[in-house]
């Protein structure tokens, strides 16, 4: 595709949904679909390897780093990272792979999202599955997206955590994903052959031999330029100089972060806070960058009796034999994801589906160290969150500056539900550890620590010790009301023609998990809108 062409799609960002919409779009030979990504291709061999998200989430060369304002009360700094490069998230993520509950879909239909209902949703979740259990009534088994779980299963520590789950009346299932709410087992990841499967190695790779697909790495989409009330292309700075790009349409796919922070630079957004910040006013759209969500984790940690931990297995020597093994025979733990298991499970009797996650894994962190290490004993740590939190906080652009950093206030923990119900999670996950199975091998506590007891305890310690699980959603909500940014029906910015948002940010609500599975299908979903809509 020449340089100079006007594209029929340009899309701004190429993670989990554009790579996804990229493909999928250009499947059409008509159709001419220009694909905008500001990191650079993801030719980095730690993004292949499972376990290099632990280097990649440190080198700002495939990451986008945003900081976060502290918390009322509170002077702790926080940074959410983001992927920059083909495949975006997806490539430097810790591999989970959730779908959600059936529900999490069924809500959104019954908000007026009707086609994201959770039938629509199956079925691109299995089109788009290559599932290593093969294909079954609800997953896929011949998709592009390699679907694996953790293949060495014999670490005690691990064994231990699952049997402390079915000790508390959860079912093990092979496939995470399996129908029902509640469950303990091997989590399942994007993962296949030993190698990470990102949205970019699964549906961008095979696609990019089209001529009618062009893909631009290490350009930046600085504003979307609009005719009156209709988007007609991109600004792009990139190492060559400042160009506009021109389209029939802008599709939106850079994320719950930095979608709303390019509307806003570019005139859609609340009025007065444009006016405020020096941009010119496209659409007064004031909900843009609202309704932000996140997942807040708690870490609780654990020093062992013996060495049933990852601990020493990524220092010194024992890391050289295990990259060795790696590279030459396909085995040990840098084949696996961030955790190897988990538990959905409710956190109540009362409760009508789970409502928490806890994430196992045999290691645990050395809180002292100012990047990522390992403690020297041996340990492992459970993370919990609140699978559907209600705390709600927002983004803003501080600048008509496409390079600065936008405003970001999490709010967590602000609604009482999320407190209540995260101080359950963390109470449940103490119960698996006092489990015979796992008591065991359980030296004592030492994050937060046995002290940590009363509720008011336990959110300090969520506070002090929590952390993101980089799933910011929502602030581009789709729905019907008059609050929602984008129609359902068509993707498009309300009040916008040729404008489109489709990633995590149009999520009405969180879903139960992690997101990366949801919003590459929910970009499957969302391209079969596209070429619906412009055919009518």
């Known amino acids: 595709m020449s340089n100079v062409a006007r594209a029929d799609y340009i899309i701004v960002g190429a993670g989990s949904a554009g790579s996804v919409l990229a493909a999928r779009l250009s499947e059409d030979p008509a159709v001419k679909v220009r694909l905008i990504e500001a990191g650079p291709p993801d030719d980095d061999r730690m993004i292949r390897i499972p376990k290099g998200f632990g280097k990649l989430m440190f080198d700002p060369a495939v990451c986008w780093y945003l900081p976060i304002e502290p918390e009322p009360g509170s002077n702790k700094t926080e940074t959410w990272v983001r992927g920059k490069t083909l495949g975006g998230s997806s490539s430097i993520n810790g591999e989970l792979y959730h779908r959600g509950q059936p529900e ?14 959770w039938d629509d949703i199956r079925r691109c979740f299995i089109e788009m599955e290559g599932h290593e259990l093969g294909a079954t ?12 779980s953790p293949s060495e299963k014999g670490q005690a520590a691990i064994r231990a955590f699952i049997e402390a789950g079915r000790g508390m009346g959860l079912p093990y299932k092979e496939d995470y994903n399996a129908p029902g709410d509640e469950v303990v087992g091997y989590f399942t990841q994007t993962i296949g052959g030993g190698k990470r499967s990102s949205a970019a190695s699964a549906f961008l790779a095979p696609a990019r031999s089209r001529p009618n697909l062009d893909v631009r790495t290490g350009a930046m989409v600085e504003k979307i330029l609009f005719e009156g009330r209709r988007a007609v292309g991109v600004r792009v700075r990139s190492a060559e100089g400042t160009e506009d790009m021109f389209a029939r349409e802008v599709i939106l796919c850079a994320g719950g972060v930095l979608s709303p922070k390019l509307l806003q630079i570019s005139g859609v957004g609340a009025g007065e806070h444009l006016r405020r910040i020096g941009v010119d006013v496209v659409l007064d759209s004031p909900q843009v960058g609202r309704n932000l969500l996140e997942h807040r984790y708690m870490r609780l940690q654990y020093r062992l009796k013996h060495w049933a931990s990852y601990n020493r297995e990524f220092t010194g020597a024992r890391l050289y034999w295990n990259a060795l093994r790696y590279f030459l025979l396909n085995a040990g733990p840098l084949k696996s994801g961030a955790f190897d298991a988990g538990v959905s499970a409710r956190s109540a009797p009362d409760v009508d589906r789970a409502d928490i996650q806890i994430n196992m894994l045999p290691a645990t962190i050395d ?16 993370i919990t969150y609140v699978m559907r939190p209600r705390s709600q906080g927002y983004v803003l652009a501080r600048s008509a500056d496409p390079a600065a950093a936008p405003e970001i206030r999490a709010n967590y923990l602000t609604d009482p539900y999320d407190r209540e119900i995260s101080v359950r999670a963390a109470r449940y996950a103490r119960r698996l550890a006092a489990q015979p199975a796992l008591a065991g091998l ?27 699980c980089q799933h910011a959603s929502s602030t581009c909500r789709m729905g019907i009301d008059d609050k929602a940014v984008v129609d359902p029906a068509t993707l498009r910015v309300k009040g916008i023609d040729g404008l489109r948002v489709i990633d995590g940010s149009i999520m009405p609500t969180m879903v139960s998990g992690n997101t990366n599975g949801p919003i590459m299908a929910m970009a499957w979903r969302a391209s079969e809108l596209v070429r619906r809509a412009d055919r009518s």
């Open 367 to 382: 809180n002292r160290n100012t990047g990522f290490a390992f403690e020297k004993q041996p340990g492992l740590q459970m």
């Open 137 to 148: 009534g609800y997953r896929g088994g011949d998709g592009p997206l390699k679907i694996s």
């Open 442 to 468: 359980i030296a004592d506590e030492t994050e937060p620590g046995e002290a940590a007891q009363s509720d008011e305890d336990i959110v300090a310690a969520f506070a002090r010790g929590g952390g993101p």
């Open 104 to 117: 999490d879909f069924e809500d959104w239909k019954a908000l007026g999202n009707s086609a994201f209902g």
